[in-house]
């Protein structure tokens, strides 16, 4: 069994910063691509950044040149740093990876959920 668990979500204020961080846990045997996604109240889940084995990176428009995904292959963590926050970032921030138990077999995985408000 694998599991995501997340942590560094709270309370900020805009222009404020947060770090998350997940960690993955099991019987891993490799870990593929790792991404953080968010979801508001009322809207649908999406992209926020991703990240590949290879650390080839991606992130959504809305948070570009403000987020930094990165990762620890040797901890199994993958790390979304947050600045510039605005009160539109407010949402429930989910880790995601890709992981291979068993050779040439991945399941897409994802953590509980950790809340982030941007509020003054």
């Known amino acids: 069994q694998v599991q995501l668990v997340e942590s560094g979500g709270g309370l900020v204020l805009p222009g404020g910063s947060l770090r998350l961080s997940c960690a993955a846990s099991?019987?891993?045997?490799?870990?593929?691509?790792m991404g953080w996604y968010r979801q508001a109240p009322g809207k649908q889940r999406e992209l926020v950044a991703r990240?590949?084995?290879?650390?080839?990176?991606n992130y959504a428009d809305s948070v570009k040149g403000r987020f930094t995904i990165s990762r620890d292959n040797a901890k199994n963590t993958v790390y979304l740093q947050m600045n510039s926050l605005r009160p539109e970032d407010t949402a429930v921030y989910y880790c995601?990876?890709?992981?291979?138990?068993?050779?040439?077999?991945?399941?897409?995985?994802w953590g509980q959920g950790t809340q982030v408000t941007v509020s003054s």
């Open positions: 990240i590949t084995s290879g650390s080839s990176t």
């Open positions: 099991g019987s891993i045997l490799s870990i593929g691509a």
């Open positions: 995601n990876a890709d992981v291979s138990t068993v050779r040439f077999v991945s399941y897409n995985y």
